[in-house]
């Protein structure tokens, strides 16, 4: 196999922690990562939209995707901060924060590292995934940020909601899942997890 | 010129991009003043507006041929046959000739759009018109008349995005105004390198802080003209937005068979750039149900002793900081009979309940109300003047109406100067900081140790005057305990006053808005953001959509209102959280 076709279908990631899971997003979508600093928040909105920040001089929502996956908001630490990313709301590119509880690394993939997500087991739904990119025997959620950052997706959760009904019972439900299973199918059902 | 654009001259990309920009600015101006000049034209004929009507067809044929547009020139050609046979009273100015001639101008402006995008030809619905133009041009006496018939606007197979890039997001700029800008900029730069050295060398020369402050002052100055500057450069006069509602109001009369006409004054009156695109919509709406529910047919208007034609006023004023825009029409008024029937019936008022005639016109700012018997092109479709309201108040402006039942109806819209600064108050709650205008704020005072609770909503005694106030912690649902001492913040409201308890009051100061973006765009009680003092954000609060919660939670829990309006109902049965009540 060629070495120069290899390096041509190969990507950067940028890898970050959230609630102890590993998540990576394409280098190429963000613009910057800053230090935590104190959040304005906006009433009205989902848990999982923290509020906004100023980054010089602009405002920018920021958002705790760990609350949009179903899982208790974590306490700031010195390794929090925030990744800026250029995504397109409504025909708009526009900078958001994501809240991480660290960023761990800049991975390079080939397309035969990634696999595909198991239909069932992952802590996101499926359709917000990209793949998971294999790296040192773990896996690591590549993350599809124009599914999970759309103006829908973010409006849609609200906090303390009961388990979405509205969706249709799937693939899992016959499996005796275990307790990360548990999680899969209504990303949604999120709040104080 | 089948089927070709005329292609930039060879070697002159950037200049030809120049070259039609310049001759797209020109032909919107031109087709404008046609427009006007018919609609002028037609309420009176006159010789002297027929020559301005041909002076500008040729000079858009001239500036259209230049750049070798034939199709555009031929199309122009025809048109000005037709002036020319009214000019020389071959044919009467009246109705079906200035229709046709309207026409002709919408055609010409698709293809003036076209042909600067590159096509430059004529489609089937173009070829129609014109030959009946050519047909006018060549009628040797008073005879006839085109036949009637809305005419077919054809689209030409355009890229879409010329057609949006239409309304362009560019402004005009006076030169003298730029290089005074240019000007302040290089005297606060040396002002800033003065300010630097002085810093850098303060403390060897042991400078005092009044000789650090004077330094500060001096930038201080400049900055704010330099400021001022730039915020002229947004301000556009309302002329133009108002004119296009000339033909609007002549096009939608027609189609319902009225005769109405707008007369428009204050068109000088300048207003900040984003104002006046965020009016555009609110206005039309407002145009529409004056012709719709305001002005009555021909015959009923003679029945009641007026003239057929009725008369639509915009007006522009300035006022105290503000600017007004006003809409009078001289029709039938509201009819509070039905408004208040309907009221009953959506439930938003008690059949006992006894209401002024004021508090009646002020129903039709109430979601979801309208009283239009059939659902018409022009109106009643339920989305009405509450849709108004909420765009008008998003810019922190206000809708009132004012009416009398047969003579006409006046709708005043006060609408901020700019978007873009404003002098807010702003206050702290937990850790966060509201802002509010400045002159929303009547005064402050600290709240009495009776009203320490941490309920939504309280009242206390304001000089022997009820003082309803929002207790802005709970409402945001921010958590936390109140301070030993709570502060109160009295604003004006349309109905009278309204106060905010907070735990601090931080003082006023001069904050430029930040629009919040898309995503917080329906965030409820917040219009805006700035930036304070100390880099956080601070929101802006848009208090009518909260007092307007605050009653409605209010009659949420009251006995007497009937539970069959749709939008309470809905917002009873679910979680009562902020955000529910709002939507």
């Known amino acids: ?193 | 010129m089948s089927g070709g654009g005329s292609g930039p001259p060879p070697g002159l990309g950037a200049e030809w991009q120049q070259v039609l920009a310049i001759f797209a600015d020109e032909a919107e101006d031109l087709l404008s003043s046609m427009e006007e000049t018919l609609i002028a034209l037609e309420a009176r004929p006159d010789e002297e507006r027929l020559r301005a009507l041909f002076r500008q067809a040729h000079t858009l044929k001239g500036s259209g041929s230049s750049l070798g547009f034939q199709a555009l020139t031929d199309y122009v050609h025809g048109a000005e046959d037709v002036i020319q046979a009214l000019l020389d009273q071959r044919l009467a100015v009246g109705e079906p000739w200035t229709s046709l001639l309207l026409g002709s101008v919408d055609h010409l402006r698709e293809l003036s759009r076209a042909a600067v995008a590159g096509v430059d030809q004529l489609g089937p619905a173009h070829q129609a018109h014109l030959a009946r133009l050519r047909e006018g041009g060549a009628t040797g006496g008073p005879s006839t008349p085109p036949p009637p018939g809305v005419l077919p606007v054809e689209d030409l197979p355009l890229p879409v995005e010329t057609r949006a890039a239409a309304r362009g997001r560019s402004l005009r700029m006076d030169v003298e105004r730029l290089d005074r800008i240019v000007t302040l900029t290089a005297e606060l730069s040396i002002a800033r390198g003065r300010m630097t050295q002085f810093l850098m060398e303060a403390e060897a020369s042991s400078a005092s802080w009044d000789e650090a402050l004077t330094q500060q002052r001096e930038m201080d100055s400049l900055f704010h003209a330099l400021q001022e500057e730039v915020m002229q450069v947004r301000m556009v006069p309302v002329g133009p937005l108002f004119r296009q509602h000339l033909r609007t109001v002549r096009d939608l009369a027609r189609d319902q068979g009225k005769q109405a006409l707008l007369e428009l004054a204050g068109e000088d009156v300048t207003l900040d750039t984003a104002v006046l695109e965020a009016l555009r919509d609110p206005l039309l709406h407002l145009l529409r149900n004056a012709l719709d529910h305001g002005i009555e047919a021909p015959e009923e208007r003679r029945a009641a002793g007026k003239e057929a034609c009725g008369r639509l006023r915009l007006r522009a004023v300035h006022d105290a900081g503000s600017v007004v825009v006003e809409l009078s029409d001289d029709g039938r008024g509201m009819q509070r009979e039905r408004i208040k029937e309907r009221a009953r019936e959506l439930g938003l008022v008690s059949p006992s309940e006894r209401l002024r005639d004021e508090e009646v016109d002020r129903l039709i700012f109430e979601p979801g109300f309208s009283t239009a018997r059939t659902v018409t092109e022009l109106s009643g479709r339920g989305v009405g003047m509450d849709v108004v309201r909420r765009d008008i108040e998003a810019m922190r402006g206000t809708v009132a109406v004012r009416s009398q039942e047969g003579r006409g109806t006046t709708m005043t819209l006060r609408l901020p100067l700019t978007l873009a600064v404003i002098q807010g108050f702003a206050m702290g709650v937990s850790d966060q900081v509201y802002v509010v205008p400045i002159e929303l704020v009547q005064e402050c005072l600290e709240l009495p140790v009776s009203q320490r609770t941490s309920e939504e909503a309280g009242m206390l005694s304001l000089r022997g005057q009820p003082l309803p106030y929002l207790r802005l912690r709970t409402i945001f649902g921010l958590g936390g305990t109140a301070p030993a001492r709570e502060n109160v913040v009295v604003l004006r409201h349309p109905d009278g006053i309204v106060g905010l308890a907070v735990d601090h009051l931080q003082g006023d100061g001069q904050r430029v808005i930040r629009p919040l973006g898309r995503l917080f765009q329906d965030a409820p009680g917040i219009s805006g953001s700035t930036i304070l003092g100390d880099g956080r954000v601070g929101l802006i609060l848009d208090t009518p959509s909260l007092v307007r919660r605050a009653i409605r939670r209010a009659a949420e829990r009251s006995d007497y209102q009937p539970g069959e309006a749709a939008h309470l109902s809905d917002a009873a049965t679910r979680a009562p959280t902020f955000r529910d009540t709002e939507q």
């Open chain 1, 1 to 193: 196999m060629s070495d120069s076709i290899e390096k041509a279908t190969r990507t950067n990631y940028l890898s970050f922690m959230l609630a102890g899971e590993e998540y990576g997003v394409g280098i190429l979508r963000v613009r910057e990562i800053i230090e935590h600093r104190p959040i304005t928040r906006v009433p009205g909105m989902p848990a999982a939209v923290q509020g906004v920040i100023n980054l010089r001089g602009s405002v920018v929502p920021v958002v705790d995707l760990a609350v949009k996956f179903g899982l208790p908001p974590r306490p700031i630490t010195r390794w929090t901060c925030f990744v800026i990313v250029e995504v397109n709301l409504d025909g708009k590119q526009t900078a958001i924060g994501l809240l991480t509880d660290s960023v761990s690394e800049v991975l390079e993939l080939g397309s035969d590292d990634i696999e595909t997500p198991p239909a069932f087991g992952t802590r996101v739904r499926l359709d917000f995934l990209l793949g998971m990119g294999r790296h040192d025997s773990k896996f690591i959620m590549l993350l599809d940020l124009d599914r999970l950052l759309s103006v829908e997706e973010l409006l849609s959760l609200t906090t303390a909601a009961p388990p979405d009904v509205s969706e249709p019972t799937s693939a899992p439900e016959p499996v005796p899942a275990p307790a990360a299973a548990s999680e899969a199918t209504p990303g949604e059902a999120s709040g104080n997890g």
